[in-house]
């Protein structure tokens, strides 16, 4: 008896808001249910690529709390319903979101409280994602794995040939290098990353190219 192979995830990740921040569209074709990884910023932007692929919006997920990851969640939690999700320990930061904004010159958006905590090894809402609790850009910073497709949401934790800032409120230098060689660099060396700022990589070629963490 043949077992029916689940369908590709749909994936459109693309740059938004005054950092260009990558947001990321994580949807599942047999459902059409989908995340909105880091929607920071660009709301009807993120609605009509949403809309264009044919898929509805269940929840707003976030890798972490600096103010460029998450600036138009309010917008699209308001237009949509989604829930929003956020580690527990970058609480401080979401709370704080006008300061952010203020500090880099960007027009404030206000954000809702997130519905639910994100924790380590914790299913996403759907699309079989699975949590990865990654501090050191900041302490709650988070990737989200679908090990199915192949594909890391790395946030600002892992980027091609560089790493994350830890300079910034909360972040730690010591705790990165940690999650990306405990956690990001034992992961399959096929999977594709999806930076939070530019291009995407692989964790293979982070692991042999990286020479700030090297594998």
Same mark, same amino acid.
Do not use: C, N, W
């Given at each position: 008896?043949?077992?029916k192979k689940a369908q590709a995830l749909v994936r459109e990740s693309f740059p938004v808001g005054p950092l260009r921040c990558n947001c990321t569209i994580v949807g599942d074709p047999a459902t059409g249910r989908c995340l909105? #990884?880091?929607?920071?910023?660009?709301?009807?932007i993120i609605?009509?690529?949403?809309?264009?692929?044919?898929?509805? #919006?269940?929840a707003l997920i976030h890798t972490h709390a600096h103010f460029d990851h998450?600036?138009?969640s309010g917008e699209l939690k308001e237009k949509t319903g989604a829930s929003v999700h956020l580690h527990k320990a970058d609480k401080f930061l979401w709370d704080n979101l006008e300061m952010q904004c203020q500090l880099f010159g960007v027009?404030?958006?206000p954000a809702p409280a997130p519905d639910f905590w994100l924790q380590d090894d914790d299913p996403l809402p759907c699309c079989d994602g699975v949590c990865m609790h990654t501090p050191g850009h900041s302490p709650g910073s988070m990737c989200f794995h679908f090990e199915r497709d192949n594909l890391l949401i790395a946030g600002d934790t892992l980027f091609r040939r560089s790493v994350g800032?830890?300079?910034l409120w909360g972040g730690d230098y010591a705790? #990165?290098?940690?999650? #990306?060689r405990g956690r990001l660099y034992t992961l399959d060396e096929d999977t594709l990353v999806?930076?939070?700022?530019?291009?995407?990589?692989?964790?293979?070629e982070e692991l042999r190219e990286n020479a700030v963490i090297r594998g």
């Open positions: 008896m043949h077992t909105v #990884i880091d929607p920071g910023g660009d709301a009807q609605l009509d690529k949403v809309q264009t692929l044919g898929l509805t #919006i269940v998450f600036l138009a027009p404030y958006q800032r830890t300079d705790s #990165i290098e940690k999650s #990306i999806v930076t939070g700022h530019g291009p995407e990589t692989s964790i293979g």
